[in-house]
């Protein structure tokens, strides 16, 4: 298996340098470039626009030069300075950026997976496990809407209740005093308070879907001839349900958790966006926007590479938890 | 028949036919380690008219011969000759697309499984005539007819035509099947397992039926089975295959009377029969079947087998011809004495 | 043929019903027969009679939309010495006392070995659940308790194989290793539902002997459900004969074998060839015409009325014939056999 | 809600129109009682003794401390803030009056005089969006008084000489940057030697210290430093619009760099240029020119660089939260003495997204703020007031909606359709312009050309007012006319020569569902109505940018700005050198550089030849204010008779949301990048009523 990984990660070389080149050329389609999308914002919001300032900035950031050529630059820098090269719109290094949103944007996906989780195997066993039963169409019904109803709707219509009926600070993840302090235990207690929104938005949608894949699945195996066999054994019907269909169904899980690598930097952007959370999403977005060409193509690449690596991770999970992939050969 | 076969002409020659699988090792890895030689130089015939069976153990290779012969799969070695209705005397493992689709024509397949074989969204209108639309034979009114004829020749009222396979049984969905590969007017039909998913009653029904079609259309089979019993009733002839090879073929009461192999012996012994006052211990063989992608030194059989010797570790026997048309793979075939099965009055 | 042995399950004129939107099916309507201690009964019939419900009644394991509606299905229990009778259609199916029952006392081996083992825990995982489960024992002794159980039905190497996964045994294997979850208990009654039907003809012949030598060992009874008329030639004592989730004939298997009254029965033995009676080309099988009725549509009277060959007009097709003792222990439920009671 | 006297919008305007029409006689900048030739900045009120004897041009040293005898006023003299005071009691900061200079700024109250203390809260969109927290601090060399009159402010006064070439600022003495360091005229001079002469820092001399040639070459000034306190340019050629052209209301950085600080990122000035190419490659930037400019210098970047500004950064831009607090050596006062700002700390917060915005606007939790509001949401914000504790004060924008003709483009047919004047008119005509006020702008907008505000000393109503009525009759008598009177089957319009149908695409980045979307829609719609077809298309804004960059856009719909005090920034759209409002960006290029590629080389006749001599010969060569503003009226007339783009309405409000009890603001203020948006009124002037309940 070592070796299997090592030549997986062998393999990966040639793929990510190609990956890369795309991910440059395509920030490079639009037309026009940072400098050109800067200034128009500038005179969008009626600002002066500083020409002398922009031809500094032309030069500064090489955009002049020919894409082969910033293309090395970029990927020298990475491979031989770890140096992600600079976002044009922060003026921050690009390594600096993304690793400061990454704690956030780990966090809340990681608790936004175990909430979805936490909630949505429980009941799509119970749905399974009682199909056709009046709970089973409530939560079947739920789960359809949830699944239906797009995420950032839902974020507006939480945070518009929970402001006007609730009279709670909403937006981002901490009130605005305590962005910027250092970690106490008040802020802990603050994010608790703001945590619930994203969260739950963010849950509630994959939730719906892990309820409908969860039910699917154990639905699938709770006739296989293996579930009549522990039935026979005279197992408690509650703890073989568990034991037997459950874990098989979560073998598809375990198979997709290595995707959920790339929702890392991507994930529910448009929900981070409306919720104004300081996660990559948002930033990512808005560096494709702006057509910020370092970050935005880091971000590229970036999601390429967690998706191939989330790739690899799911094989090799699911090889983890499936004996007969394990065994195999 | 069998008396008089001899005199019939070869329609199907099989001559050292192999296939070889790769093995990509597992699931971490994609490079070929090795081969599994499921099919590994059969060689056999079939005049016209008559039954071949082929029997063996799942994973012996029958399925993949049959398939072979049809070349649904490429053969990695070996001759495969027909005695082609318009194209004479043909290897198959030599013909172009073009003469491929020519010989299809003549060579038809019955499935195991009736449910998974007839697409669930075509009526039998269009299932039993593609064949004939594709190749031109028949259209419109046409096309109705010799539906409505094949659905007669096998049992099934012509009125169905208009119908969907999920609204038959699984012995009509089988005689579907059956009227399909009949379509065309075949000369050869590989049988695969064709009863193995029918309950008793219907697969003597099918039995039947297929003996039926044999003698009214000059029917040439390939019936491959596990089934002995059912090998015994419907074949002239019969083939045995352990691990990739013709062990033993001969005609059938022949083979089943007075089997030469040890392993047709052992497989004979096995089958439980059907009469409580013939209460039998079988020859109960020890361990596996052996894996084909890494199979035993000299004959295959040999670690299960009880009359085996040194050499027939060491030697792999090869396929000779012990009595009239007898065929069969053992070193110690001329001396031992083996057990048939015993002719018996049936019981009832 | 008198059996004086124990009465160990009596099942009376059990119904077991599926309650679907089409219709409903009586999968079992109207079972009745007995197995005594250490003996084998074998039951019969071609796929959708009732015969796998009819097992899964006695474990009260019916699956949904499934249910007992009626009858009775008698446990003649000993513990330590004493009788007890228990009503097993009576039991809450989770309920402590039937789940003591299920997988100790009445063990059940399966058809498919392949499927009927978890694919994702080891063999030694799942025998050492029931053991640990009716005998309270702990993981060690469990697994020293798997394994002997492994041995006893000829696993080679045990200790290695009670690590291993289903996938990596062949089909005769796993067919051992679920003989060895079902026996690990020592049941009384062990139901063997198809055990072999999924099996090469040698591998079958291995786990006949086995079970036969089992048996001889362990003294429980076999309930044997199978369509292989050979098999039960071979390994049965009695026989049960069910069509449409009746039992239509029942008696010793000699009987059945060579005095079968049933016209369905004969028709099922007439229609299986049979290895060695290879006398002329051509011979064709004696066939039982139609096919089996639609379970929610079945037809008045004798449910096998459309398919006899010795059918009665305006007998057969109206009257639902009774069971009928023509022979000490042998049973056959057809009006052309009513008389000779 | 307590609150001072408000200034409404209306007396606003009223005022400012007044202002603009005593300014043909009194000019702004100028005090009325100095008819001097020369134009003489008017003095602080309190002015100081005799200035020092020139010392020495040597610069201060930067960490010695100003003389306290220099100041010889009590120590009563300034007030301060309680936070300030307490650190002057802990002896961390020197007492006020060693911080002020002698002669303080004094800043005008919009209300009242100020209370000490409290939090004022904004939002911002990241650090691209770093113009409002700059334009919060960036007022410096000079102001605007609330007339619009340009007066000093870091500057003491300024003299020019009757050409224009020789400028002469005089800096306030005893001004501190926010480390304690003198400002003196050597960080002029230092701006001057190592940045602007510097051509690896500098590769476009800054128009600010340079005057264009007739061959279109840029020489750079020569500049003369008399004393700490006196800053002399001389131009080659006259420079009258000095402050304009270097931003001198806002920035000073194109002025003055706090060298002592800069000079160890500086190459030529550090002694260790290993030790700083390290430090540049360690930040990840590729030259020391690029780490300097890009980094070292830009005030939001940079927290350590000495400022001058009311509020220093304290953190960065690119944080979710942006904090700035009180410079204690802000340089001004109140009326009464008051050092300013009175707001201890300024806060932004980053949003995401506008509804993320409005959430916190009527949750109150923005204090003032107009940039990112828009009037679109105007009833939300109003219906929220009570909710939020705000009100929603109206500034007016400088913006219009307007519709503007490519009269270079590269369509033949199309180009002789454009340049014809009475077409251009019976388009003007052809619009309802109160119609589309209801129906897309809740009738808020007035109808108007492009032109400047009635605020303005520009406005001029000849222009303002020209063809805006609605006359479909007179539109279509006027296309006839005009030899378009043949119509094709669908009843549009064909060119002369009888091709056709005379169809444009109208480009523009409104979306659709916006209100601008719609109402260029009903534009579309009343063209058609007089035979015309124009068809609207979004384009992404950076398209939108290529195409007009080459000259490749038939029209656009894009709004007009600049407009409260268009000499200020050139007048770049009444001239048609702005060429994202291209009513003709091919002229604009070929005025720019007539070697461009995509430069058009306007007819022989064509009115811009006037517009860009009234400008290059007249207006851009007189020093006096005043008659600038009577020769730009030339441009105006051109404008008025040959309406070279279409505007449709104007005086659009700027809703400001001002959180309840934050004072000095008022209604009807010019909103314009000009004037410094919102913050015109200045912002180190607002306090809160109560500021013990703001505390950040």
Same mark, same amino acid.
């Given at each position: 298996m070592l070796g299997y990984i090592l030549r997986r990660i062998g393999m990966m070389i040639p793929t990510l340098i190609v990956i890369s080149m795309i991910s440059f050329i395509i920030i490079q389609l639009p037309p026009g470039d940072y400098l050109t999308s800067y200034a128009a914002t500038l005179r969008a919001t009626g600002d002066a626009v500083d020409e002398a300032e922009l031809a500094s900035l032309r030069e500064r950031y090489g955009l002049g030069e020919p894409i082969y050529v910033q293309y090395y630059k970029w990927m020298s820098g990475i491979l031989l300075r770890g140096d992600w090269g600079q976002s044009m719109e922060w003026r921050k290094p690009v390594k600096e950026l993304i690793w400061e949103r990454m704690a956030l944007t780990v966090f809340l996906s990681l608790i936004s997976i175990l909430v979805s989780w936490f909630v949505a195997i429980p009941v799509g066993v119970f749905s399974a496990t009682h199909q056709y039963s009046i709970p089973d169409y409530l939560f079947s019904a739920l789960s359809f809407i949830g699944a239906g109803t797009p995420g950032f709707m839902l974020a507006m219509v939480v945070m518009w209740v929970a402001m006007r009926q609730f009279g709670l600070n909403v937006g981002g993840l901490f009130s605005e005093e305590y962005i910027l302090e250092p970690w106490s235990w008040a802020k802990v207690v603050d994010m608790l308070k703001h945590l619930w929104i994203p969260v739950v938005v963010i849950a509630f949608e994959s939730t719906a879907g892990s309820i409908r894949t969860t039910r699917a699945n154990v639905l699938d195996e709770l006739n296989k001839p293996y579930v009549e066999t522990a039935r026979a054994k005279g197992l408690r019907e509650r703890n073989l349900v568990w034991k037997y269909p459950v874990r098989v169904a979560m073998n598809p899980f375990f198979s997709t958790v290595g995707w959920t690598l790339a929702g890392l930097i991507s994930g529910q952007t448009l929900i981070a966006v409306v919720l104004s959370l300081q996660t990559n999403g948002p930033m990512m977005l808005r560096a494709l926007r702006s057509q910020?060409?370092?970050?935005? +193509?880091? #971000?590229? #690449?970036?999601?390429?590479?967690? $998706?191939?690596?989330? $790739?690899?991770?799911?094989?090799?999970?699911?090889?983890?938890?499936?004996?007969?992939?394990?065994?195999? +050969? | 028949m069998a008396e008089n076969g001899a005199e019939r002409p070869l329609l199907l020659e099989v001559k050292g036919l192999k296939k070889y699988f790769p093995i990509r090792k597992g699931f971490f890895s994609t490079r070929t380690v090795g081969y599994v030689k499921a099919v590994d130089g059969v060689s056999f015939f079939i005049r016209e008219g008559e039954t071949l069976g082929l029997v063996g153990e799942s994973g012996c290779g029958k399925t993949t011969t049959g398939r072979l012969i049809l070349r649904a799969y490429e053969p990695t070695g070996g001759e495969i000759w027909f005695n082609d209705r318009k194209m004479g005397r043909v290897n198959v493992t030599n013909l172009d697309r073009q003469q491929l689709k020519q010989l299809r024509q003549n060579m038809q397949m019955i499935f195991q499984d009736p449910y998974s074989s007839l697409n669930p969204r075509m009526t039998l209108l269009q299932i039993v005539g593609e064949p004939l639309l594709v190749n031109g034979v028949a259209r419109g009114g046409d096309l109705q007819d010799r539906v409505a004829e094949l659905l007669r020749v096998v049992g099934l009222r012509p009125e169905y035509m208009t119908r969907y396979p999920h609204a038959?049984? =699984? =012995?009509?969905?089988q005689r579907i099947g059956v009227a399909r590969a009949l379509a065309l007017n075949p000369q050869l039909v590989v049988c695969d397992e064709p009863v193995s998913a029918l309950d008793v009653s219907i697969q003597a029904q099918t039995l039947n039926l297929l003996q039926d079609l044999q003698a009214e259309f000059g029917l040439t089979y390939l019936f491959v089975s596990h089934d002995l019993s059912v090998v015994e009733h419907i074949s002239d002839r019969v083939a045995v295959m352990y691990v990739g090879k013709l062990v033993e073929s001969a005609r059938t009461q022949q083979l089943f009377l007075k089997p030469l192999?040890?392993?047709?012996?052992?497989?004979?012994?096995?089958?439980?029969?059907?009469?409580?006052?013939?209460?039998?211990? /079988?020859?109960?063989?020890?361990?596996?079947?052996?894996?084909?992608?890494? /199979? /035993?030194? =000299?004959?295959?059989?040999?670690?299960?087998?009880?009359?085996?010797?040194?050499?027939?570790?060491?030697?792999?026997?090869?396929?000779?011809?012990? =009595?009239?048309?007898?065929?069969?793979?053992?070193?110690?075939?001329?001396?031992?004495?083996?057990?048939?099965?015993?002719?018996?009055?049936?019981?009832? | 043929m008198n059996d004086n042995r124990e009465l160990l399950v009596e099942v009376k004129d059990l119904k077991t019903y599926f309650f679907l939107d089409e219709g409903t099916v009586k999968a079992v309507d109207g079972a009745d027969f007995n197995i005594r201690r250490g003996e084998t009964l074998g039951v019969v019939g071609e796929s959708g009679c009732g015969k796998s419900v009819t097992a899964r009644s006695i474990l009260n394991i019916v699956p949904k939309p499934g249910k007992t509606v009626a009858g009775e299905i008698l446990y003649h229990r000993k513990i330590k010495g004493a009788e007890q009778t228990l009503d097993l259609t009576q039991m809450a199916p989770q309920g402590d006392e039937m789940r003591g029952i299920r997988?100790?006392?009445?063990?059940?081996?399966?058809?498919?070995?392949?499927?009927?083992l978890s694919p994702v825990h080891t063999i030694g995982n799942q025998i050492g659940e029931a053991i640990r489960l009716h005998q309270g024992l702990d993981p060690d002794t469990a697994r020293d308790l798997a394994i002997k159980t492994l041995s006893l039905v000829g696993m080679p190497l045990p200790e290695r194989t009670i690590d291993q996964y289903a996938h990596q045994l062949s089909g005769g294997m796993r067919q051992r290793a679920m003989i060895a979850m079902a026996l690990s208990c020592h049941p009384s009654l062990l139901i063997a539902d198809e055990p072999t039907t999924a099996l090469d003809v040698t591998t079958e012949a291995q786990i006949l002997t086995l079970m036969r030598r089992l048996q001889d060992e362990l003294g429980m009874a076999i309930m044997y459900i199978t369509h292989n008329l050979g098999v039960v030639a071979q390994m049965t004592e009695r026989v049960v004969v069910m069509y449409m989730g009746k039992v239509v004939e029942q008696a010793d298997v000699d009987t059945i074998f060579y005095d079968a009254q049933h016209p369905y029965t004969r028709a099922l033995l007439q229609s299986i060839p049979r290895l060695g009676q290879k006398t002329h080309d051509r011979h064709r099988l004696a066939s039982i015409k139609g096919m089996v009725p639609d379970p929610y549509a079945l037809p008045k009277g004798c449910a096998f009325h459309p398919r006899c060959g010795a059918v009665k007009p305006g007998l057969c097709d109206q009257v639902e014939p009774t069971m009928v003792e023509i022979a000490p222990g042998h049973k056959v439920r057809c009006h052309l056999c009513a008389n000779r009671a | 809600m307590k609150q001072g006297r408000k200034l409404t919008r209306r007396e606003f305007i009223q005022i400012s129109a007044l202002t603009a029409t005593g300014a043909v006689l009194a000019a702004c900048g100028q005090p009325t009682a100095t008819p001097a030739p020369a134009t003489k900045a008017p003095e602080a009120t309190k002015a100081p003794e005799a200035t020092k004897a020139p010392e020495a041009t040597k610069a201060p040293e930067a960490t010695k401390a100003p003389e306290?005898?220099?100041?010889?006023?009590?120590?009563?003299?300034?007030?301060?803030?309680?936070? @300030?005071?307490?650190?002057?009691?802990? !002896?961390? @900061?020197?007492?006020?009056?060693?911080?002020?200079?002698?002669?303080?700024?004094?800043?005008?109250?919009?209300?009242?005089?100020?209370?000490?203390?409290?939090?004022?809260?904004?939002?911002?969109?990241?650090?691209?969006?770093?113009?409002?927290?700059?334009?919060?601090?960036?007022?410096?060399?000079?102001?605007?008084?609330?007339?619009?009159?340009?007066?000093?402010?870091?500057?003491?006064?300024?003299?020019?000489?009757?050409?224009?070439?020789?400028?002469?600022?005089?800096?306030?003495?005893?001004?501190?940057?926010?480390?304690?360091?003198?400002?003196?005229?050597?960080?002029?001079?230092?701006?001057?030697?190592? *940045?602007?002469?510097?051509?690896?820092?500098?590769?476009?001399?800054?128009?600010?210290?340079?005057?264009?040639?007739?061959?279109?070459?840029?020489?750079?000034?020569?500049?003369?430093?008399?004393?700490?306190?006196?800053?002399?340019?001389?131009?080659a050629q006259p420079k009258p619009m000095l402050f304009y052209e270097g931003g001198g209301t806002r920035s000073i950085n194109g002025w003055l760099t706090p060298g002592h600080y800069m000079a160890q990122w500086h190459m030529d000035l550090v002694d260790d240029k290993a030790a700083l190419e390290a430090k540049v490659k360690e930040a990840g930037f590729d030259s020391w020119v690029q780490y300097f400019n890009d980094h070292r210098n830009r005030f939001d970047l940079n927290p350590d660089r000495p400022q001058i500004t009311p509020w220093l950064l304290k953190g960065s831009l690119a944080e979710e939260r942006f904090v700035m607090e009180r410079n204690p050596y802000y340089y001004a006062t109140d009326p009464e003495g008051n050092q300013v700002p009175y707001i201890d700390?300024?806060? &932004?917060?980053?949003?995401?997204?506008?509804?993320? @915005?409005?959430?916190?606007?009527?949750?109150?939790?923005?204090?003032?703020?107009?940039?990112?509001?828009?009037?679109?949401?105007?009833?939300?914000?109003?219906?929220?007031?009570?909710?939020?504790?705000?009100?929603?004060?109206? !500034?007016?924008?400088?913006? &219009?909606?307007?519709? *503007?003709?490519?009269?270079?483009?590269?369509?033949?047919?199309?180009?002789?359709?454009?340049?014809?004047?009475?077409?251009?008119?019976?388009?003007?005509?052809?619009?309802?312009?109160?119609?589309?006020?209801?129906?897309?702008?809740?009738?808020?907008?007035?109808?108007?050309?492009?032109?400047?505000?009635?605020?303005?000393?520009?406005?001029?109503?000849?222009?303002?007012?020209?063809?805006?009525?609605?006359?479909?009759?007179?539109?279509?008598?006027?296309?006839?006319?005009?030899g378009y009177d043949k119509k094709g089957a669908d009843g549009i319009r064909l060119y002369k020569d009888g091709s056709g149908p005379i169809s444009f695409m109208v480009e523009g980045t409104a979306e659709a569902g916006t209100p601008e979307e719609d109402s260029v829609q009903l534009v579309c719609k009343y063209l058609e109505a007089v035979g015309i077809k124009a068809t609207y298309k979004y384009f992404e804004r950076a398209l939108y940018s290529e195409h007009y960059s080459a000259n490749e856009i038939e029209a656009a719909y894009w709004g007009g700005d600049r407009t409260v005090l268009p000499l200020v920034p050139g007048a770049i759209i009444f001239r048609g050198v702005q060429p994202d409002r291209p009513w003709c960006p091919g002229f604009g290029f070929y005025y720019n550089n007539p070697e461009d590629a995509n430069a058009v080389k306007p007819p022989d006749g &064509?009115?811009?030849?006037?517009?860009?001599?009234?400008?290059?010969? *007249?207006?851009?060569?007189?020093?006096?204010?005043?008659?600038?503003?009577?020769?730009?009226?030339?441009?105006?007339?051109?404008?008025?008779?040959?309406?070279?783009?279409?505007?449709?309405?104007?005086?659009?409000p700027s809703p400001t949301i001002a959180k309840n009890g934050f004072m000095n603001v008022l209604d009807g203020y010019p909103n314009d990048d000009t004037t410094g948006d919102e913050q015109f009124l200045q912002s180190e002037s607002f306090f809160w009523d109560d500021p013990e309940s703001h505390t950040a």
């Open positions: 910020d060409m370092y970050l935005a +193509g880091s #971000f590229l #690449f970036l999601l390429s590479v967690l $998706t191939v690596i989330g $790739t690899l991770v799911s094989d090799v999970l699911l090889a983890w938890v499936d004996p007969r992939i394990r065994m195999e +050969g | 038959f049984s =699984g =012995g009509q969905r192999h040890p392993y047709t012996e052992a497989l004979l012994s096995a089958v439980p029969k059907p009469d409580p006052r013939r209460r039998t211990e /079988p020859i109960v063989l020890q361990g596996d079947v052996a894996d084909p992608a890494n /199979p /035993p030194s =000299g004959c295959y059989f040999h670690p299960r087998c009880r009359y085996a010797i040194e050499r027939c570790s060491q030697e792999e026997p090869q396929l000779r011809e012990l =009595g009239e048309e007898h065929f069969v793979s053992c070193h110690r075939a001329d001396e031992l004495s083996l057990q048939g099965v015993a002719s018996a009055a049936m019981a009832v | 997988g100790a006392e009445i063990a059940m081996v399966f058809q498919e070995p392949m499927t009927s | 306290p005898t220099a100041v010889p006023e009590p120590v009563s003299k300034f007030k301060e803030a309680p936070m @300030l005071e307490e650190l002057v009691k802990a !002896g961390t @900061l020197p007492p006020v009056d060693e911080r002020l200079p002698m002669n303080p700024y004094i800043v005008e109250v919009a209300e009242s005089i100020g209370k000490y203390g409290g939090n004022w809260r904004r939002a911002f969109n990241g650090v691209s969006d770093r113009w409002g927290p700059t334009k919060l601090n960036d007022r410096t060399l000079a102001w605007f008084d609330k007339d619009l009159v340009m007066k000093p402010k870091l500057l003491e006064s300024w003299d020019v000489s009757p050409d224009a070439t020789t400028w002469t600022f005089h800096l306030r003495k005893g001004v501190k940057f926010s480390d304690g360091v003198p400002l003196t005229s050597e960080h002029f001079k230092w701006f001057f030697e190592y *940045q602007v002469k510097n051509t690896e820092l500098t590769t476009t001399p800054p128009q600010s210290h340079a005057t264009r040639g007739a061959d279109g070459k840029w020489t750079i000034c020569e500049m003369e430093f008399p004393d700490d306190y006196t800053v002399v340019f001389k131009f700390t300024v806060t &932004h917060r980053l949003f995401e997204n506008a509804e993320m @915005l409005n959430m916190w606007i009527i949750n109150g939790e923005i204090d003032y703020q107009a940039r990112h509001i828009t009037a679109g949401n105007y009833t939300l914000y109003k219906e929220n007031e009570e909710n939020g504790d705000y009100r929603v004060l109206v !500034g007016v924008n400088a913006g &219009h909606e307007s519709l *503007q003709l490519n009269l270079s483009t590269k369509n033949p047919l199309l180009n002789e359709f454009f340049n014809t004047r009475d077409v251009r008119i019976a388009i003007s005509h052809a619009v309802n312009r109160d119609e589309i006020n209801e129906l897309c702008f809740n009738g808020l907008y007035t109808p108007r050309q492009y032109s400047p505000l009635p605020m303005s000393p520009n406005y001029y109503p000849k222009l303002s007012e020209a063809y805006i009525e609605y006359d479909p009759d007179k539109a279509n008598a006027l296309l006839d006319a005009a &064509h009115f811009i030849y006037k517009i860009w001599d009234i400008w290059d010969n *007249q207006v851009a060569v007189e020093p006096d204010q005043a008659r600038q503003n009577k020769l730009f009226e030339g441009i105006l007339d051109i404008w008025a008779e040959e309406l070279p783009m279409i505007g449709l309405l104007g005086e659009k």
